[in-house]
C-alpha cells in the first residue's frame, strides 16, 4: 500500500462545476503539499498545509491531521485547470517529499 | 535565475552510455532534491542536499547513481551505464531554508530516454 494515496486517478468535468480530490496518507507528517503538474512536466506549488484550510483563487485545500486526510477543491473549474494534481507529503524531520501518484483532471468548456 | 533551471530537457540514451543531468537552483538555495518520475507514477525520492553535503541518498536506485554539488549550488545527477528501466523524468528541486517545512520550487525536468 502507497505511503501516499489519491482518488480519483482521472477526472473529467464540464467547466464551471466544482471539483474535489482527494488525498490519504499513513504516515506521520510534517507538512503537506498540493502540486500541480502540466504536460511537460513543470510542476507548481499550490499549498503546503500543516492544519485547518488555505484558500487562494478559486482554489481550496484543507487536512484534516486526525483523519489523515486533505482535498484539494476547485470552484467554478475551467479549461485552463486541466493538469495533473499531486499530493505529496513530508514525513517527520525529513525535508524529502513523499508524492501521490497524481489525478488527472480534464475540464471541458 | 527566476527559477530552477535544468539541462538538457531532452536527452535520449543508447543503453549502457553514460548520462549527465545538470540541476541550477535558485540562487541563494540551500537545499536541493532530486526525484525521478516513471510514465504516469508521482516523482520519487531521489537524494537530498544540504549546501554542498549529501544528506541523503537512500532513494537511488543503484550504484550506477550518483550525484554532486560540489560547490553547494549547481548539482548534476550522472547515470552510468543506463538502462531501459532508467527512462524517466529527472526533476530537481530546492528550497531557502531546510527543516522549516519551506516550499520547493521545481524545474523543468530532464525527460531521458533509454533505447
Known amino acids: 500500500k502507497n505511503e501516499v494515496e489519491q482518488s480519483p486517478q482521472n477526472l473529467t468535468a464540464q467547466e464551471g462545476e466544482f471539483i474535489t480530490i482527494n488525498c490519504s496518507y499513513s504516515?506521520?507528517?510534517?507538512?503537506l503539499h498540493w502540486l500541480q503538474q502540466h504536460p511537460g512536466g513543470g510542476i507548481v506549488s499550490l499549498f503546503m498545509?500543516?492544519?485547518g484550510k488555505k484558500k487562494h483563487g478559486r482554489l481550496i485545500a484543507t487536512i484534516n491531521i486526525q483523519e489523515k486526510h486533505s482535498s484539494l477543491h476547485i470552484t467554478a473549474s475551467h479549461p485552463r485547470d486541466s493538469a495533473v494534481y499531486i499530493c505529496?507529503?513530508?514525513?517527520?524531520?525529513?525535508?524529502?517529499?513523499?508524492f501521490g501518484t497524481g489525478t488527472r483532471l480534464q475540464v471541458f468548456p | 535565475g527566476a527559477g530552477v533551471s535544468q539541462s538538457p530537457r531532452y536527452k535520449v540514451a543508447k543503453r549502457g552510455q553514460d548520462v549527465a543531468l545538470r540541476c541550477d537552483p535558485i540562487?541563494?538555495?540551500?537545499?536541493l532534491f532530486w526525484y525521478q518520475q516513471a510514465l504516469g507514477q508521482g516523482p520519487e525520492f531521489l537524494t537530498y542536499?544540504?549546501?554542498?553535503?549529501?544528506?541523503?541518498k537512500s532513494g537511488l536506485p543503484s550504484d550506477r547513481f550518483f550525484a554532486e554539488r560540489p560547490e553547494g549550488s549547481v548539482s548534476t545527477l550522472k547515470i552510468q551505464r543506463t538502462q531501459q528501466e532508467d527512462s524517466a523524468v529527472y526533476l530537481c528541486?530546492?528550497?531557502?531554508?531546510?527543516?522549516?517545512?519551506?516550499?520547493?520550487?521545481f524545474g523543468p525536468g530532464t525527460r531521458l530516454t533509454v533505447l
Open positions: 528541486a530546492s528550497s531557502f531554508i531546510p527543516g522549516l517545512r519551506t516550499e520547493q520550487f
Open positions: 504516515v506521520g507528517i510534517s507538512a
Open positions: 498545509l500543516s492544519s
Open positions: 505529496a507529503v513530508r514525513s517527520g524531520n525529513t525535508d524529502k517529499l513523499i
Open positions: 540562487s541563494g538555495h540551500v537545499s
Open positions: 542536499f544540504q549546501n554542498e553535503a549529501q544528506l541523503d
